[in-house]
């Protein structure tokens, strides 16, 4: 079975800073999809950025972008000039692509984001 | 708006009764996803239907149950409800067809239950 694992539970940035949230991921599988989910105080789950494991070039969505490791089975997230209204909690999840596009997301147990003025 | 609307958006309940909660998917998607989440803790896998018949199972309680109607819509139902299954309860819809698709599922906005 697949797992993901994010070892932060908090982390800080000051405002203006770049950070840089961890995930890991086990999987036998070769075909895949991962994702970084933001979960504002509303709770709200919003798509930050994907990245397919097909692809070798890292994703970037304006001041977010990914390393993605495949070998090393590593996804981390990077927040450059960072603002006030990033922080929230970041949540890491992979999704499998075999047989399409209809399995579950595994969801990692998330990273707290605190942004210091 | 990600187009997959939950309702209600807040229950509040006591302990030992039953509630339902509907969710309906983005037009087009066949597969609905429901997660839990309880309070400061991830999203826990539920359970999954596609196109009417259940797909995929979680860790669901036996109190819980779910079924996915004709029209796509979808709805959990969790009965003799403890206090632990205060939560939020997050729908979420994809489309089944990978070249049209991004890979991600769309969440709606939750419904948070409370259980006194």
């Known amino acids: 079975a697949q797992t993901v694992t994010q070892s932060q539970p908090e982390m800080s940035v000051q405002e203006a800073e770049t950070v840089t949230l961890s995930c890991t991921y086990d999987?036998?599988?070769?075909?895949?999809?991962l994702f970084w989910y933001k979960q504002p105080p509303s709770r709200q789950m919003i798509l930050v950025i994907r990245q397919e494991a097909y692809k070798q070039q890292n994703a970037t969505e304006n001041r977010f972008s990914v390393n993605f490791q495949k070998a090393a089975k590593s996804f981390s997230l990077k927040i450059s000039d960072s603002q006030l209204g990033d922080a929230a909690m970041y949540f890491c999840?992979?999704?499998?692509?075999?047989?399409?596009?209809?399995?579950?997301?595994?969801f990692g147990t998330g990273t707290l984001l605190a942004v210091q003025p | 708006d990600s187009g997959v609307t939950q309702t209600p958006k807040h229950l509040i309940t006591a302990t030992g009764q039953r509630v339902t909660l509907r969710c309906s998917p983005r037009?087009?998607?066949?597969?609905v996803y429901w997660y839990q989440q309880s309070l400061d803790q991830g999203l826990q896998f539920l359970i999954q239907y596609y196109n009417g018949e259940e797909r995929a199972k979680g860790n669901i309680l036996e109190r819980f149950s779910a079924q996915q109607f004709p029209d796509l819509h979808s709805e959990l139902n969790l009965s003799s409800l403890e206090l632990g299954d205060s939560a939020l309860y997050f729908c979420?819809?994809?489309?089944?067809?990978?070249?049209?698709?991004?890979?991600?599922?769309?969440f709606g906005e939750g419904s948070r239950l409370t259980v006194l």
């Open positions: 999840a992979y999704r499998s692509a075999k047989g399409g596009a209809t399995n579950k997301l595994i």
């Open positions: 037009s087009g998607d066949l597969s």
């Open positions: 979420a819809s994809s489309t089944q067809y990978r070249a049209l698709g991004t890979g991600e599922l769309f």
């Open positions: 999987t036998s599988e070769s075909d895949y999809y």
